[in-house]
């Protein structure tokens, strides 16, 4: 491996897998739409609150027309029960599900990152207790506990001055995800860590007296961004499930907004007489996290040392 | 002795041929950065019982050499191509099986590193055991018996005890003696050592490489060893090839090497032999630069982007950016490969071994 | 050797303990009351006060842990001081006063479910993941391994519920190829338990074995990778010995160890696959409870599946130590 | 399972039907319809003969895991008691089986040998038992197992869950609240486990041979209907030795006295409940039970998906099969073609019958205490868009108050809606008018919470509250409360937000059974948390009122005086559809609990 730096060669490497860089390009487009779609939607006539009783029957409330009732005006049909336009609620649920899963996965890296390093650097009893702790962490039914937890933890946390509703319940769906996944990433990290701190380079740190803060964010910590930037990338798509999973199990933000999980729940009921409400938001939420998993990955194999000579 | 046809040549079949001749080996391996030409026409003999140092840096594609002649190389899908002949037998075109026959019985093999070499799971004693039963019809007891005998051989103290151990209840040293007593156990007529000491401390490199020359003297094995230092091969090699980009350079008896080299490259290597007089941080590295990818060889001489003298070479001798030299035989039993003049190289030879001399006083 | 089992034992031990702990201090934050909640319609302030004391929500929580604690090793007894005792004997995971029943007797009838779903969903996906795995690394580069790993990243990127409710609406409703599940016990009607848990099992599979695809083949290459199986050829070994006596131990630990854990949390009750199969085992039991905010047995479930996956993690660590010397000496 | 409609059910056994229900006369306001169920009429379909209709097995699908509770004196889930009631729970008097409200809401004789004597105040009630009723072991049914029966309901310490009319009418002084235990019991009477003031229930239920005499406390008209509730017999342990009452007998296997016995009850999803003859039942002794098939099976823990598939396929066992439960909206149009008239495939086997309940929103009258503020809540709200959310026509109809139609006399139209709050207000809402009155409240709006128990249904009703009184300046955060949590939430003080989802239906058809409950505190439903001495006073009044036309005027005006105070939003008079399989007979909603008519249910070949 000469000549040119890691960095060239991961890039050039990325640039050359065609199917890495189209899931990238789908990944841009998704979060654009995260982020902007609420901001043009409206503009385009679409509002996933509005209801269209004109949309859905009176016997029984389910949509008027064929695949949920789609029309000019509701390009991918329309709720049962409140006509409401589901193409706005995709593009509204989107946001909501990148913001969690994103956010959560911030958290997770940045908690795991400390507690590893510290647990890998700092050795001995700090090691073990940490230790006892990821183990416990782990060993908890996750689902379970989250549940059982949601409602009494969503209110600490609106006392805690988050606005109550939504933004609370998000604020409990990151913390929660994030506190059972860091382990997984501190035990990397601290593998990583026990493993650096045997080279040269960090003895001789040690031999030419440095302190211990300049040798973790100087010497250790550059040396893990491959590995983590790889765990990251599949965090993400992970935990956009997780976020799914839970809203489908009832978890997570409530009406009027929405997301993928919680349109997927909804579709149980419905989606024998209107497939479409189980196949339009599944197939949106599947290449969304399959384009993540390949991306992870494509670079996950650009940064094998083992695959470059 | 040595006796190297024309490297691009092809080779000519002569009826007698010394115990090992490796004719035009080459060795492609594919990756996802394009095809890397490991090992490109590399030829040489060998005479029985002699020893042979290939020297160069990591990447220079020595290892792989003595891995194609292991016939490992296909193993990891490596294309080989050329001729190896062993004891008046083309390897290259025996099938895996026949080769693996060979394997550990008629040449063997040490690696660099003995923790990583060994297998973790298995007591030492064990691993040697089934290196004897798969070659030759022996009971475990003999075997074992046979095994210990080896180990005590190879100067491991307390045997009785160690042969159950596990390779991580021992030394760096200890290790690589267990390795050699493995690849040694079946008497072969090869052995093949890469970089066997660059893993041990200095101290122990000695003793290791005293071992294994004490070795070849009782068991008149031919002995090929890898390495990226000059300073090792001193006094164990009767020749010396250095590679550089997956080609020969330079090859000469050992002290023409150490007294007379020309091609700058191996001048640069003997300036960077570690001395006792010599810190090891002040090592001088007079080699600028980094080897090529060997994706993206230089088009022209392979060395020339880190070559000091290359504006030296006189237009009649061509481009080394653009022109390829060839393996010439500068004095007899001396080959070089090399644009610059003879005159100009012995010169330049000259001044770089008086300054390490000097340096040296 | 000894040594190293009995610190793991300790470990585990004192690991069980900051379970217990934990868990019921966890769920003694939950919202609803109750003693309300056992208390109907003409519900007056003094009646909940008789349910909360008869509940034993009335005493300091370190007390009710100390009874909870107790009860697992000597069993309790319920409403002493009622005209109606109940008796729960050890060991004693609590009383389900909404169900009228012990935890334990709950969870003994749930389990049997989940425990078929898990060992079904295991061996295909065991099956399944290590053959597919193993093809696909000897075939690396080769479009077979492409199309597997194509396969398993799909496989186990989807959410599993949507795979499940997928195959309901094909196979079911659709193609009407499968009647609705209904769950039977094997001994009472095999034919039906089978149609039942295909599903299921399928839906639990598909994310595990594209999983252990993935890991098997990591695996083998990397095993092949290692100098001790270059050493192992260079010795002239028959390729049959290299693969098995030398890659196969060292690679599949990694595996089996991972299979161990995940079959344990699987035994703890899937919570969506029986959510959407609506499976009576464990994990439904656990949503029901959250749902019914039936406090003794969340927080038995809760336990039960902590606990096991802290004694598999033992086994495992066991495991590991048998088939690496590294791990037991020195 | 949190979003599945499944949850419904179970949230409606839960909470709802902590009320039963006796519907008096189909309704017949504008706002709705009465509907006789799509039964076949008699005329037209073959009658089979008694004999014919003898033997089989009636299976029972239900989401439910396991009964509520079993227990007679703690049962008070409205399909249970219709299902125990016509099975192995019989009462002093019940309501007869009839297609049609009217006739199924008027009293039958039961255990006693009529519908029981008042005396002229009507503080003093008597009953005489039949002869040759006989417990499952045939041992007499005595007097003194009614009396037993009745004096569990004062130990509730035990006995929790049910309903306690005996506590409030029998003439026993209430607890004097003291310190410790005793703070527990209601009454002065600990029931028969302790025992304490036993004296005082003896003096207050005497039997005499035959006779028992119920001595209350205050005029109850009607307390021969309240005797169908909570007042069944349970076998005297003193008299019946072999008959033990102890917790696993009466939360399990409760002893029988009607025509079936309990074979076998596991619950659980997966579980069942299984009933076969009573060998020691005395036909002669019960006029109303024919007890036609041999066996009944009540299937737990049955998806209402699946349980919908398997009813409209109607494959094997799955004929002779009930849904106790609703059709999941998405098969409604299937089923139906119009709230009225099942499709011709299920013509002869769906119903669509208005149910007992009021669905309406409560409102914390503390927490909202300025009636405008209510005021324009009720006007904001786009009950339109609930109704067409919960089903549109399927749902039933826009609600007035919390007195339903189909109880009979009690119910008037309130004109909620058509004036009472200052002017009509339109189904979707009058947002304008809301922040009018908001205006004339003179304080500003509170920002709000609306809890619910949660089901995917709702969750969109959620939106639809928030949004509607969004448009009117009202600031609305949704709470969903697992269904399992929410009336122990909703209850609690701490934990209770301004309003919220509810439903209840009367005990039986009187008023006083809704009002009472729901608005005053000793009623045990008051969500509203209203505390209104004149309210509480015009209540008693209206108890008090043996005119029973009279009583029904006063029930008339304290519902519109609650709806003008907006001490509740009402939203829908339910309707709901049930299904069975083809070969279960009759078909109709039985009016007293809005359940099938179990007692007379048979197969056909």
């Known amino acids: ?309 | ?361 | ?330 | 399972m949190l979003r599945s409609d499944a949850w419904l059910r179970r949230a409606l056994a839960i909470g709802v039907t902590f009320g039963l229900i006796v519907a008096a006369s189909g309704g017949g306001t504008p706002t709705q319809s009465p509907t006789g169920g799509a039964s076949v009429p008699p005329g037209e379909s073959a009658q089979p003969t008694e004999e014919s209709k003898k033997g089989g097995t009636i299976y029972i699908l239900t989401q439910a895991e396991e009964w509520d509770d079993i227990d007679p004196q703690r049962a008070y889930t409205g399909e249970d008691l219709a299902f125990f009631g016509g099975t192995i729970m019989r009462a002093l008097t019940a309501y007869t089986y009839s297609e049609e409200a009217v006739t199924a809401n008027t009293l039958t004789p039961d255990l006693a040998t009529d519908t029981g004597t008042a005396n002229a105040t009507a503080d003093e009630w008597s009953f005489t038992l039949r002869d040759g009723v006989t417990w499952e072991d045939g041992s007499d049914l005595v007097c003194e197992d009614v009396k037993y029966g009745v004096s569990r309901t004062f130990a509730n310490d035990v006995i929790t869950n049910g309903p306690t009319y005996a506590v409030q009418y029998l003439d026993i002084p209430s607890n004097p609240v003291t310190e410790g235990d005793d703070a527990v019991f209601l009454s002065a009477y600990y029931g028969p486990y302790n025992g304490t003031g036993q004296d005082l229930f003896d003096q207050a239920v005497v039997c005499d041979g035959n006779t028992i005499t119920f001595h209350l406390n205050q005029p109850v008209a009607d307390f021969n209907y309240t005797v169908t509730l909570g007042f069944s017999p349970v076998p005297d342990p003193t008299i019946h030795p072999d008959l033990p009452d102890a917790v696993d007998q009466y939360t399990l296997r409760p002893w029988s006295n009607g025509p079936y016995k309990i074979e076998e009850y596991t619950q659980g999803n997966g579980g069942h409940f299984l009933l076969t003859r009573n060998e020691n039942w005395n036909a002669e002794s019960d006029p109303i039970r024919p007890a036609y098939p041999d066996r009944w099976e009540v299937l737990f823990g049955i998806d209402p998906k699946v349980m919908d598939q398997r009813l409209m396929a109607s494959q094997g066992e799955d004929a002779y099969a009930v849904m106790y439960g609703n059709v999941q909206p998405e098969n409604l149009a299937t089923v139906f073609v119009d709230p009225e008239t099942p499709t011709p495939d299920f013509a002869d086997r769906a119903v669509s019958d208005y149910d007992p309940y009021s669905r309406y929103y409560w409102i914390d009258t503390n927490k909202v205490s300025n009636v405008k503020h209510r005021q324009a809540m009720a006007a904001a709200l786009d009950r339109d868009a609930i109704r067409a959310n919960s089903g549109g026509d399927f749902a039933g109809a826009l609600g007035d108050g919390v007195i339903k139609p189909n109880i009979g006399q009690d119910y008037a139209e309130t004109g909620m809606w058509t004036g009472l709050l200052g002017q009509a207000i339109p189904d979707n809402g009058d947002p304008d008018y809301a922040r009018q009155l908001i205006e004339e409240s003179g304080e500003p709006m509170p920002a709000l919470t609306w809890d619910y128990p949660q089901t995917p249904t709702r969750d969109q009703e959620a939106a639809i509250v928030v949004d509607s009184l969004g448009k009117a300046g009202i600031q609305v955060t949704a709470n969903p409360i697992p269904p399992g949590q929410y009336y122990g939430i909703v209850f609690n003080d701490d934990q209770a937000h301004e309003f919220g989802w509810a439903g209840w239906g009367p005990d039986w058809p009187n008023a006083s059974t809704v009002i009472a409950p729901l608005f005053t505190d000793k009623g045990g439903w008051n969500i509203s948390r209203v505390h209104d001495q004149d309210f509480v006073d015009a209540v008693q009044d209206a108890i008090a009122t043996l005119d029973r036309a009279e009583q029904a005027k006063k029930w008339q005006d304290l519902n519109k005086l609650a709806m003008e105070r907006v001490y509740v939003i009402p939203t829908t008079f339910g309707l709901s559809q049930v299904l069975a399989g083809t070969k279960v007979k009759p078909i109709y909603q039985w009016a007293p609990w809005g359940s099938w008519p179990y007692a007379v249910m048979y197969v056909t070949p």
């Not at chain 1, 929660?176 to 860091?182: A, Q, R, T």
């Not at chain 3, 098995?244 to 009750?269: E, N, S, W, Y």
């Open chain 2, 1 to 361: 002795m040595i006796n190297v046809e024309e490297v691009e040549g092809r080779a000519q079949h002569s009826p007698e041929r010394p115990f090992l001749s490796v004719e035009n080996l080459a060795v492609q391996f594919k990756t996802e950065d394009g095809i890397v030409q490991a090992v490109d026409g590399v030829s040489f003999t060998l005479e029985r019982g002699k020893t042979l140092a290939i020297v160069g840096e990591s990447g220079s594609g020595k290892s792989v050499t003595a891995q194609a002649i292991m016939g490992l190389v296909k193993g990891m899908g490596g294309i080989v191509s050329g001729e190896i002949w062993l004891d008046g037998q083309e390897l290259n075109r025996l099938s895996p099986s026949e080769v693996q026959a060979l394997r550990g019985d008629e040449m063997a093999m040490i690696f660099q590193d003995p923790m990583s070499s060994l297998h973790p799971f298995y007591r030492i004693g064990d691993q040697i055991v089934e290196a004897i039963v798969a070659h030759r019809k022996v009971g475990r007891g003999a075997a074992r018996r046979e095994a210990l005998e080896m180990l005590k051989h190879v100067g491991i103290p307390a045997a009785e005890r160690r042969i159950d151990a596990y390779p991580h209840q021992l030394s760096g040293g200890m290790r690589q003696r267990v390795m050699i007593a493995m690849a040694l156990i079946n008497s072969p007529q090869l052995l093949i050592a890469d970089e066997p000491t660059t893993a041990l401390d200095v101290t122990v490199q000695a003793q290791i490489l005293e071992l294994i020359r004490r070795l070849q003297g009782e068991f008149g094995t031919t002995v090929i060893i890898i390495t990226h230092d000059l300073g090792v091969v001193a006094d164990v090699a009767d020749d010396v090839a250095v590679m550089y980009a997956a080609r020969i350079v330079e090859m000469a008896p050992t002290s023409e090497i150490y007294n007379k080299a020309e091609m700058p490259y191996t001048l640069g290597l003997l300036a960077s032999i570690p001395r006792r007089d010599r810190g090891q941080q002040e090592r001088l590295d007079p080699i600028p630069g980094n080897p090529p990818s060997p994706i993206h060889l230089p088009p022209g001489c392979v060395f020339q982007p880190r070559c000091k003298y290359w504006e030296q070479v006189p237009e009649s001798q061509g481009d080394p950016r653009t022109v390829r030299p060839e393996l010439v035989e500068t004095s007899p039993r001396h080959y070089v490969r090399c644009l610059l003049p003879q005159d100009v190289r012995r010169r330049i030879s000259h001044e770089v071994l008086q300054s390490l001399r000097g340096s040296a006083e």
């Open chain 1, 1 to 309: 491996m000469v000549g040119r730096s890691l960095r060239q060669i991961v890039w050039a490497r990325l640039r050359r897998d065609k199917l890495a860089m189209f899931c990238l390009v789908v990944l841009v487009i998704y979060y654009m739409i995260g982020i902007f779609g609420p901001v043009i939607g409206p503009s385009l006539g679409l509002d996933p609150y509005a209801f269209d009783r004109a949309a859905i029957s009176d016997r029984g409330g389910g949509p008027i027309g064929d695949f949920g009732g789609i029309s000019a005006k509701h390009p991918l049909g329309v709720e049962w029960g409140t006509g409401r336009d589901i193409l706005s609620q995709l593009l509204w649920g989107l946001r909501i599900s990148l913001v969690v899963a994103t956010s959560a996965t911030l958290l997770t890296v940045t908690v795991g990152v400390i507690v590893g390093i510290i647990a890998g650097y700092a050795r001995g009893w700090a090691d073990m207790v940490i230790g006892r702790i990821m183990d416990l962490v782990l060993a908890f039914p996750f689902l379970l506990i989250i549940l059982a937890l949601s409602n009494v933890m969503t209110d600490r946390i609106t006392d805690l001055g988050v606005p109550p509703g939504n933004p609370s319940r998000i604020a409990y769906l990151i913390i929660v995800i994030s506190s059972f996944g860091w382990p997984y990433l501190a035990r990397i990290v601290r593998g990583q860590v026990i493993s650096l701190r045997e080279r040269e380079f960090v003895a001789a740190a040690i031999a030419m007296g440095s302190s211990r803060r300049r040798i973790l964010f100087t010497e250790i910590l550059p040396n893990l961004w491959a590995p983590l930037l790889v765990y990251t990338t599949l965090l993400l798509p992970a935990y956009v499930g997780t976020e799914a999973a839970l809203s489908f199990l009832g978890v997570g933000v409530i009406p009027p907004d929405t997301t993928f999980g919680a349109m997927l729940a909804n579709s149980v009921s419905y989606f024998r007489v209107v497939p479409t409400y189980l196949f339009i938001p599944g197939t949106i939420l599947a290449i969304l996290v399959v384009s993540f998993n390949l991306l992870g990955d494509a670079l996950r194999d650009a940064l094998d040392p083992r695959a470059t000579h």
């Open chain 3, 1 to 330: 050797m000894a040594g190293y089992v009995v610190r793991r034992v300790l470990g585990m031990v004192l690991l069980l303990f900051l379970l217990t702990l934990t868990v019921f201090f966890l769920f003694n934050m939950m919202p609803a009351d109750p003693a309300r909640l056992t208390c109907g319609k003409a519900c007056s302030p003094a009646v909940i006060e008789a349910n909360r004391h008869h509940l034993e929500l009335d005493i300091p929580p370190i007390e009710q842990y100390q009874r909870f604690v107790s009860g697992i090793f000597f069993g309790r007894t319920f409403s002493k001081d009622t005209p109606r005792p109940i008796e729960c004997e050890a060991p004693c995971l609590g009383y389900s006063f909404l169900r009228n029943t012990e935890v334990l007797t709950l969870i003994a009838r749930a389990a049997p479910v989940t425990f078929w779903l898990a060992i079904g969903g295991f061996l295909t996906w065991m099956v399944v993941g290590l053959t597919l795995g193993i093809v696909s690394a000897l075939k690396r580069g080769r479009w077979i391994d492409r199309t597997i790993m194509g396969i398993a990243l799909i496989g186990y990127s989807l959410p599993s519920f949507f795979i499940g409710l997928v195959l309901i609406f094909f196979v079911i409703l659709d193609w009407n190829l499968l009647p609705f599940p209904q769950w039977t016990t094997p001994d009472k009607d095999l034919g039906r338990f089978v149609q039942t848990m295909l599903l299921p099992w399928i839906t639990i599979a598909t994310l595990y074995a594209a999983f252990y695809m993935r890991l098997t083949r990591n695996q083998v290459l990397e095993i092949f990778g290692e100098d001790y199986i270059r050493t192992a050829r260079a010795k002239g070994l028959p390729e049959r010995i290299v693969v098995v006596k030398h890659a196969l131990r060292a690679g599949l630990t990694p595996i089996v160890t991972a299979a161990g854990l995940d079959l344990a949390g699987l035994l703890g009750g899937a919570i969506i696959t029986e959510n959407i199969f609506s499976l009576p085992g464990l994990g439904s039991l656990a949503i029901g409870s959250v749902l019914a905010s039936d406090l003794p047995l969340i927080t038995g479930i809760t336990l039960l599946t902590a606990a096991l996956i802290i004694f598999a993690n033992l086994i495992v660590d066991l495991l590991y130590a048998v088939i690496d010397p590294r791990v037991r000496v020195g």
